[in-house]
């Protein structure tokens, strides 16, 4: 890339430069169970990267306060949680298809109706399909950590990340992170802490005690079992 000054010039100028993801696509395969989750409830809970830029009233058939969580693995606290808050919306996107369906599958089982899922890169769906100043909550928990140095470039919280994701929170909207990885929580806080536009909620300036409403994930607690601490950060937007 080095004779442009950007991945936009470069673009423009017809150079195609592969995006640095925050992702290696596993291919899975589906269960039973996940394939028929998919084929009976994506139709009325899949949404579509190519659809563009999403009418919430349409989807969701009310206007309620909106969440939306990057890579919900199975799906199985992001169902939970919104089976517990009926009052808002929830939009999951995750690109491993097999929690996809495992997701579908868990949301028709506990009858919730009020989750919206996306197979796709987040970092596209947001860019392309999430308005600016809709989203209450964003939450993003226990995300790949990238453990080696060389690879810290790929997680998915960056300065540029943050502030694409603070476009699309509303005014004293939070974004929610936790992640059980010391080194990758430091990095958080530091990507946080010098963000534009963000207040941290906790009263220490570092993290916050796990908040009620987000339940234990599978990760959560096979890092307990292991010993390990989990961190949960929160960060307001304020301008
Ligand atoms: C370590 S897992 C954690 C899953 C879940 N949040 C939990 O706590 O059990 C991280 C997940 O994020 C997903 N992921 C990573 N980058 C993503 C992106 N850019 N868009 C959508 N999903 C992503 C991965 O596919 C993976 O399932």
Redesign the pocket.
Request: hydrophobic share 45%; charged share 20%.
């Given at each position: 890339m080095s004779q442009y000054k950007s991945e936009q010039e470069a673009a423009e100028s017809g150079v195609y430069i592969r995006k640095i993801?925050?992702?290696v696509k596993r291919e899975g395969r589906l269960t039973n169970g996940q394939a028929k989750a998919l084929e009976l409830h994506w139709p009325t809970m899949g949404l579509e990267h190519k659809d563009g830029l999403l009418n919430l009233a349409e989807v969701f058939g009310r206007v309620a306060p909106l969440v939306l969580e990057?890579?919900?693995?199975?799906g199985k606290?992001l169902v939970e949680m919104a089976k517990n808050e009926p009052d808002k919306d929830f939009i999951g996107?995750?690109?491993?298809t097999p929690?996809v369906g495992a997701c579908l599958a868990d949301a028709a089982e506990q009858g919730v109706t009020n989750l919206r899922v996306y197979d796709h890169?987040?970092?596209e769906i947001l860019a392309d399909c999430i308005a600016d100043n809709s989203l209450s909550r964003m939450q993003l928990?226990?995300?790949?950590p990238w453990h080696k140095t060389r690879h810290h470039k790929r997680r998915?919280v960056q300065p540029d990340f943050v502030q694409k994701l603070r476009a699309k929170l509303e005014m004293g909207g939070v974004f929610h992170m936790a992640t059980d990885w010391e080194n990758y929580a430091e990095h958080m806080l530091e990507v946080m802490s010098q963000a534009a536009g963000f207040k941290n909620q906790s009263t220490s300036n570092d993290y916050v005690p796990r908040p009620e409403q987000r339940p234990l994930?599978?990760?959560?607690q096979r890092g307990h079992r292991l010993g390990h601490g989990v961190w949960d950060l929160m960060f307001e937007k304020v301008s």
């Open positions: 993801q925050s992702f990057i890579g919900f693995g199975m606290s996107i995750e690109v491993h929690g890169d987040a970092v928990f226990f995300p790949d998915i994930t599978k990760f959560e």
